[in-house]
C-alpha cells in the first residue's frame, strides 16, 4: 500500500512515521520549504527559533513520548518561567494560587473566588458539561462579574474580536486543565524534532517533497487517487489531507455534497507575528497577557526570559502576537510600517525601551491558525474517514476541545495511523461510512550549532 500525505507539520511526519514503521510505503508532500508547519524555526545566532511562540506542557504527554522516542529526550528542559498579565500599566504574576490571592486589582472575595473556579476547572474532567455554555458567560457567573472584567474580558476581546461572546466554556476549560507551572522546550529548537522525524521516514524509504503544491486529489476508476502537484500526476492507494478542512475541500471535489455541507468548514483567525532581536532583556516575564487596551498585540513573550540569550547568540528574543480575522488589514501592511508601530508600544512596557535596542526583526504570517469555537463545533468538525474509501482528513479543527498545538496533533497521527493500518487490514469500519468512528528534501539535516 502507498499512501500519499498532504502537509509536513507535527501531524503529517508523525503519521508518515508510523506508517513507515509498519512497513507502509508513505510519500510526504509540503508546499514549504522546510518541515515542521506552524512549528517550524529560522536561525537566529546559530540556534532554531520557532516563528510562532511554542513550549509544552507536562500533560503533552503524546509530544514527550515522540521526543525522547526519537533520542531527543536530553534535549527537553522543563522549567518555571514567569507568566503575568498586563494591568493598568502593572505586570503581575498569574501563574500560580498564591500569585491569584496575592493579585492586587481584585478584592480578597473577588480573589478566592477566581481561585476557586480555576480549581475546580483544574479537577473537572468531562468538557462537554461545559460545552453548552459560553465562556463568557460562566466566567461571569462563578468567578465574578469584576475577574471576568479585570482578567478574563480584555484576553477574550483580543483574541476573538466580535467573537467573544460566543467561544464555548469547553474551549476555555481545556486552555486552564491542561496547563502546568512548568514549561517544556526543546533546546535548540522544535525543528530538530521535526528534522529527525524527516530522516527517520527516509531511512525506512518514505519519500519527502518540499516546495511542491498539491492542485488535486481524484478518485481512479480501480480504487486509489491519481494526486496532481505543479511537477507531477501519481497513483496512490490511500490519501491523507492533514490541511485545514477548508483546502481540503478545495483539493477533493468528489467529496459528496451533503458532506461537505454537514461538516462545512467554521471560522478560524490567521496568526501574525513579529520577532524582534534585541540587545537586552525588555520585561521579567517569559509571557506577558495584554490587558490593557491600546495595544497593536494581544501577548508579548520574551523567548529569553525561558531560555538563555547565549543560546542564540546574546540575542534577547521578544515575541508580538496576534490572531486575526484573515481579511484584517495588518496581514497586508508591509513589515516595516508593523514594526514600527509595535516597538512605538514598547515604552509602555519598559519605559526605557530605545529603537535602538533591535538588532534585527522578523514578521510571520499563517492563515487557520485559530479555530473559532463557537455552538455545535463537535457536531460540526469532520470525522477522519471521508465518504471516499481511503481518503482521510486529520487537522487541527478536529482536535477539539483543543484547538492547536504541537501534543495534540502528534497524538491525532497516533490514532490516524492506527486506523488506516486497521483499514488496509480489513479490519477497520468502512471508510464509506465516515460516522463509523518540487524540492525534494535531500535528507541531510539542518544543522545547528
Known amino acids: 500500500m502507498t499512501t500519499a500525505i ?26 514549504g520549504g522546510e518541515p515542521g508547519g506552524l512549528a517550524a524555526g529560522f536561525c537566529v545566532g546559530g540556534t532554531y527559533l520557532e516563528k510562532f511562540y511554542h513550549h509544552l506542557f ?3 504527554r503524546a509530544a514527550i513520548a515522540l521526543i525522547q522516542e526519537m533520542g531527543l529526550g536530553e534535549r527537553l528542559l522543563w522549567l518555571r518561567p514567569q507568566s503575568s498579565i498586563l494591568y493598568r500599566g502593572g505586570m503581575y504574576p498569574m501563574d500560580s494560587v498564591g500569585a491569584v490571592l496575592r493579585f492586587p486589582p481584585l478584592a480578597l472575595p473577588d480573589r478566592l473566588r477566581l481561585g476557586a473556579a480555576t480549581a475546580y476547572l483544574k479537577l473537572e474532567r468531562d468538557y462537554r458539561r461545559l460545552e453548552h455554555v459560553t465562556a463568557s458567560a460562566w466566567l461571569r457567573r462563578w468567578m465574578g462579574p469584576e475577574p471576568y472584567r479585570v482578567v478574563w474580558e480584555p484576553l477574550l476581546r483580543s483574541k476573538f474580536g466580535l467573537h467573544a461572546d460566543e467561544i464555548l466554556m469547553s474551549w476555555m476549560w481545556a486552555r486552564l486543565h491542561y496547563r502546568t507551572t512548568k514549561l517544556g522546550y526543546l533546546r535548540g529548537g522544535f525543528q530538530l524534532l521535526y528534522e529527525r522525524l524527516v530522516e527517520a521516514i527516509q531511512e525506512r524509504g ?28 501519481t497513483a496512490y492507494d490511500a490519501v491523507v489531507s492533514t490541511a485545514p478542512t477548508r483546502l481540503t475541500f478545495q483539493l477533493a471535489p468528489d467529496l459528496p455534497a451533503d458532506f461537505r455541507q454537514r461538516y462545512a468548514p467554521g471560522l478560524a483567525y490567521g496568526a501574525h507575528c513579529v520577532v524582534l532581536e534585541l540587545d537586552r532583556q525588555l520585561m521579567q516575564p517569559y509571557w506577558l497577557c495584554i490587558n490593557d487596551p491600546g495595544f497593536p498585540f494581544l501577548a508579548a513573550v520574551e523567548h529569553t526570559n525561558l531560555m538563555p540569550p547565549a543560546d542564540y547568540g546574546g540575542a534577547h528574543l521578544l515575541y ?17 510600517d508593523v514594526v514600527a508601530e509595535f516597538t512605538a508600544a514598547l515604552p509602555r512596557l519598559n519605559p526605557t525601551f530605545d529603537r535602538s535596542w533591535v538588532r534585527a526583526a522578523h514578521v510571520f504570517k499563517a492563515p487557520y491558525a485559530q479555530p473559532i469555537v463557537t455552538a455545535g463545533y463537535r457536531e460540526h468538525s469532520p470525522p477522519h474517514r471521508t465518504p471516499l474509501s481511503r481518503f482521510y482528513m486529520a487537522n487541527m479543527f478536529q482536535v477539539y476541545p483543543q484547538d492547536r498545538g504541537q501534543n495534540y496533533s502528534i497524538a491525532m497521527a497516533n490514532r490516524v495511523a492506527r ?4 483499514d488496509q487490514r480489513g479490519s477497520g469500519p468502512s471508510s464509506s461510512n465516515p460516522s463509523a ?11 545547528s550549532s
Open 419 to 422: 486506523m488506516v493500518l486497521e
Open 58 to 60: 507536562g500533560t503533552d
Open 6 to 31: 498532504l502537509g509536513a507539520g507535527a501531524l503529517g511526519l508523525t503519521l508518515a512515521y508510523r506508517l513507515a514503521q509498519a512497513g507502509q510505503a508513505v510519500e510526504v508532500f509540503e508546499r
Open 206 to 233: 518514505g519519500r519527502l517533497y518540499f516546495g511542491e503544491t498539491v492542485r488535486g486529489v481524484t478518485p481512479r476508476a480501480g480504487g486509489g487517487f491519481d494526486l496532481q502537484t505543479d511537477a507531477r500526476r
Open 437 to 447: 468512528s518540487r524540492t525534494k528534501y535531500s535528507g541531510r539535516p539542518f544543522t
Open 320 to 336: 508580538l502576537g496576534n490572531y486575526l480575522p484573515p481579511d484584517d488589514p495588518l496581514f497586508r501592511r508591509s513589515d516595516a
